[in-house]
């Protein structure tokens, strides 16, 4: 299974901020949309992606004055992605490696959408169940 059937099957919306959204405004998104992380895009590019853990991360370095500070400010500048013909278990890799649970989906230089460990894991499930259902009707015809 590849990163391109997860978004068949969710479609390809990210929600986005821009570098000068107000980590307030950021948190309220996230609380609002029930995700884990919005992109930062300049023009259509990504520059940077604002997950809960950036959010509690400028909270414990600066307290309260950190909901004021600009997405620009508190959000991650090194942003990992990964190409629509990745295997799940690459993208699984990539997540555990880098420690994160958000992967944008970029192929020549467009993003195409962004998938989460939640969307990886329920790809892998699915996979492992129709694996095992092949596996018994193997069994069964022999």
């Known amino acids: 299974m590849f990163v391109s059937d997860i978004l068949a099957e969710k479609g390809g919306i990210v929600f986005s901020v821009t570098p ?33 853990r950036d959010l509690v991360r400028g909270m414990a370095q600066h307290g309260a ?13 090194d942003v990992v992605s990964c190409d629509p013909d990745d295997t799940i278990e690459q993208v699984m890799a990539i997540m ?27 790809a892998r499930l699915t996979e492992t ?3 095992a259902e092949a596996l018994k009707a193997y069994i069964v015809a022999s």
Do not use: W, Y
């Open 20 to 52: 000068r959204t107000t980590a307030a405004q950021v948190a309220e998104q996230l609380s609002t949309r029930r995700v884990g992380s919005v992109l930062v895009l300049r023009e259509n590019e990504v520059v940077g992606i604002v997950s809960e």
């Open 65 to 77: 004055a950190a909901l004021e500070m600009e997405a620009r400010e508190i959000m991650t500048t």
């Open 129 to 131: 169940q129709v694996e």
């Open 96 to 122: 555990t490696r880098g420690r994160f649970r958000h992967l944008p989906v970029i192929r020549h230089g467009e993003l195409l959408g962004l998938v989460s460990i939640g969307d990886v894991v329920k």
